[in-house]
């Protein structure tokens, strides 16, 4: 059975930190997609970054490039998502998600692209 596990949410100010963590269990993942989506309240589901978990290239959203970066540990099957310089905007509960398939840039946008989602982790930032 998969799961994929996200942890690290919490509150901080503007301008500060976060690293999420997504702990995937279940199977191989070593041929597959790991997204990182976003979801505030009122709002759709909306597209953050991706990772490819055997190369590791990756690909963001234009509203958080520069600032967050996507990483994995292959060794503790567990991908990363570090965000500096945070924002009131970037408020929201982020899930992880795992989709067969290699990352290529603007190829992992569509969350119908991925099979698999963590349950989520909120993230608040206060101005």
């Known amino acids: 059975q998969v799961q994929l596990a996200e942890s690290g949410g919490g509150l901080v100010q503007a301008g500060g930190s976060l690293r999420l963590s997504c702990a995937a269990s279940?199977?191989?993942?070593?041929?597959?997609?790991m997204g990182w989506f976003r979801q505030a309240p009122g709002k759709e589901r909306e597209f953050v970054g991706a990772?490819?978990?055997?190369?590791?290239?990756?690909d963001y959203a234009d509203s958080v490039k520069g600032r967050f970066t996507a990483s994995r540990d292959n060794a503790k099957n567990t991908v990363y998502l570090q965000m500096n310089s945070l924002k009131p905007e970037d408020t929201a509960v982020y899930y992880c998600?795992?989709?067969?398939?290699?990352?290529?840039?603007?190829?992992?946008?569509?969350?119908?692209?991925?099979?698999?989602w963590g349950q989520g982790t909120q993230v608040t930032v206060s101005s």
């Open positions: 998600a795992a989709g067969v398939g290699t990352v290529v840039p603007g190829g992992w946008t569509d969350p119908r692209r991925y099979a698999y």
């Open positions: 279940g199977r191989t993942f070593r041929s597959y997609a």
């Open positions: 990772i490819d978990w055997s190369v590791g290239s990756t």
